[in-house]
């Protein structure tokens, strides 16, 4: 079972190639081309309806409800999330891959089954060991305005984080009650996270109440952390109001130049600087570049190809922190057959810190209560 519904941009990398990585370019090249962004301008007029965020129908996922968050690994236990003394508010990345439209249509049905049974599934069930999980639906831009960066992306991408902004307003006032939380996400998710933190986090009284944001599978430049407030990048397990932050690639391949590359071909401006990126190795919990063996990865988590939940695989892989980058030693078949090009593990970079991940996140959550 695919548990990955989205692709992200480092499968788009096709300059710096060597021969071996002929197939690779190959489907480097079919990605970019089955994925062009709609051949017409962004019209807000024309962006279907915007979500009511008062409806359960319009969240992927609530503490009051029987849905994919509630999963875990066979033999791992979840807490009964109405009782949670914590919350996540969980953004999920791009699942929609279409050329007749800039946003999603959060009614559209197949595509919300795809968001369940991939990324909250995959992703957001890393936190139902500690807290209640709300995910809200959002008009998500489409693949193809990241493959080719224009204006028409800017204002689809503001158009999502307007929906962000609004589940993320009615959740503090109508589901948090004042209780500590978490903001996580993954790819656009993440990049909408940021959003939410410039705009409706840092330098606010709520900012108090953040725990921890899991902005996870983007790159974040150290000089943002310099220009808020209160948030500042994670450089250990037990920080709070902080930011955890990595992209998973495989040893030996060069991150960096993936992203300025990718940066240059997308046309997208931010990613083509040379600059110190923040990350954090989630096997050590450590800033440096020293290499985490197996025996610190507590778990990597795929849900399988059985109706039931496969367990985790403790040791999956090791990893070693550098610039942003997570570089992980060779997970098995089942992880490398989800790698987009070059060596980008953009598609499980949850699941191969997976137990880690829901470890931290009680560790956190611990550590901000003794505050």
């Known amino acids: 079972m695919r548990i990955g519904g989205w692709i992200g941009l480092g499968g788009l990398l096709v300059a710096g190639a060597t021969t071996p990585a002929v197939p690779q370019i190959g489907q480097a090249l079919k990605i970019a081309r089955n994925n062009q962004p709609p051949p017409f301008p962004f ?26 968050a509630d999963v875990t690994p066979r033999g791992v236990t979840a807490i009964d999330q109405r009782s949670a003394d914590a919350d996540v508010f969980f953004i999920y990345p791009t699942v929609l891959m279409s050329r007749t439209q800039w946003n999603a249509d959060v009614g559209d049905a197949a595509l919300n089954r795809k968001i369940e049974e991939t990324t909250i599934r995959a992703q957001a069930s890393v936190f139902n060991g500690c807290c209640a999980i709300y995910a ?54 993440s990049r909408l996270g940021r959003l939410l ?38 450089a250990q397990a037990y920080d709070t109001g902080c930011v955890v932050t990595w992209s998973t690639y495989a040893q030996g391949r060069n991150a960096s130049l993936q992203r300025v590359n990718i940066g240059r071909q997308s046309k997208y401006a931010p990613e083509t600087k040379i600059r110190p990126y923040a990350g954090i190795n989630p096997y050590s919990w450590s800033t440096g570049d020293a290499m985490a063996p197996k025996a610190m990865n507590k778990g990597g988590w795929l849900y399988g190809t059985g109706a039931a939940p496969a367990a985790a695989v403790p040791g999956l892989v090791s990893g070693r922190m550098r610039d942003g ?28 810190a997976y137990m880690n991940l829901r470890e931290n996140a009680w560790v956190r959550l611990g550590a901000f209560w003794k505050q």
């Open 136 to 189: 809200p639906r959002y008009r998500q831009m489409t693949l193809g305005g990241y493959i080719k960066w224009s204006a028409n992306s800017e204002a689809a991408t503001e158009l999502a984080y307007g929906d962000v902004a609004r589940a993320f307003r009615y959740f503090l006032a109508n589901h948090n009650k004042g209780r500590p939380f978490i903001i996580a996400g993954h790819s656009q998710g």
């Open 43 to 68: 019209d807000p007029r024309k962006a279907p309806p915007a979500p009511d965020y008062a409806r359960a129908s319009n969240w992927a996922a609530l503490p009051t409800t029987r849905d994919e």
């Open 325 to 352: 980058a997570l570089y992980i030693s060779p997970p098995g078949k089942a992880y490398t057959d989800l790698m987009i090009p070059f060596g980008n593990f953009h598609n499980v970079d949850y699941n191969v």
């Open 197 to 234: 933190i410039e705009r409706e986090i840092d330098g606010k009284p709520v900012a108090r109440r953040m725990i921890a944001a899991y902005l996870i599978g983007t790159w974040i430049e150290k000089d943002w952390f310099s220009r808020l407030r209160d948030v500042r990048a994670c």
